[in-house]
Structure formats: C-alpha cells, structure tokens
C-alpha cells in the first residue's frame, strides 16, 4: 500500500481525459439541437469539469478545510492519496479507516448509479406520463415526465 502515500493530485492529463471522455459520451448520447440542449450541455459539462479538477487536479475540500483548520488539520500530509479522504484524515491517516470508508464509498456510488438507472428506466417507459411507479412511489418528487 506503497501508493496511499504518494501525491495524488495535479493529475491535469486525467482531469483533461476524463472531461473529454464523458462530454463526447454525453453528446453522442444526447445530441444537443436547441439552444435549451446545448445550455444543459454546457451546465453538465461545467459540473464535470468541477468533478474532475477536485478529484484529480486540486482537492478544494482539503484546501478550505486546512485554511480554517491551520496546524489543526489532522494530518501532516493531505494530499496524499490516503488523506484524500476526509474521514481518513480525520482518523489522522488511519489505514483501517481507510480499508473501511474505501470500499464502502464504492458500494454508495455503485448503489447511486443503480439507483438513477432503475429511475430512468421508469421515466424512459412512461412515454411522457406522469411516473408514479417503481422507484417513482417512494420519492416526494412524483411530477417527473419526460418533455421529449
């Protein structure tokens, strides 16, 4: 677990990569015609952009937090990969923390992206209806119809 301590940020080939790859996936997938589209497009891709200069290029988070924090800040290096992770940091760079809150934060982002994929199914197979099924009966949002 050499790695968990190196330098994991300013990585601007993989931000550049990763804004390209899912912006030529979004457009290809949505192809934008109305002026509507192409703002959405540009609003998507503004949040990407965000995504991906925190993940990888400068860990905003971190940084706030050791500008209010100071020397309080929990661990000596925080932008290592280990300490890229707030609950590790605050576990002051516990590799136990870390073998739990890694994985863990896998199965959130996995189950999130069942989750959106069960919901679009049920949006896609409305036809334009009001979804009140599925996913749809148990969130406080049931006026979602699809426009298009």
């Given at each position: 677990m050499h790695f968990l301590n190196q330098y994991a940020y300013g990585l601007w080939g993989v931000v550049l990569l990763n804004i390209l790859m899912f912006g030529w996936f979004i457009y290809?997938?949505?192809k934008p015609q109305t002026?509507?589209?192409w703002r959405?497009?540009?609003v998507f891709t503004s949040f990407m952009v965000a995504l991906f200069a925190e993940m990888f290029g400068f860990p905003l988070t971190i940084y706030i937090l050791t500008?209010?924090?100071g020397d309080k800040y929990p661990v000596l290096d925080p932008f290592t990969h280990?300490?890229?992770h707030l609950w590790v940091a605050f576990a002051r760079g516990?590799?136990?923390v870390y073998s739990i809150s890694h994985p863990l934060s896998n199965i959130f982002i996995f189950t999130g992206i069942a989750i959106?994929?069960?919901g679009w199914k049920g949006i896609h197979g409305g036809n334009g209806k009001l979804v009140t099924s599925g996913i749809y009966k148990y969130v406080n949002i049931?006026?979602?119809v699809v426009l298009w």
């Open positions: 290809l997938a949505f002026k509507k589209e959405t497009l540009g500008s209010i924090l280990l300490n890229g516990s590799k136990i959106i994929a069960i049931p006026n979602i």
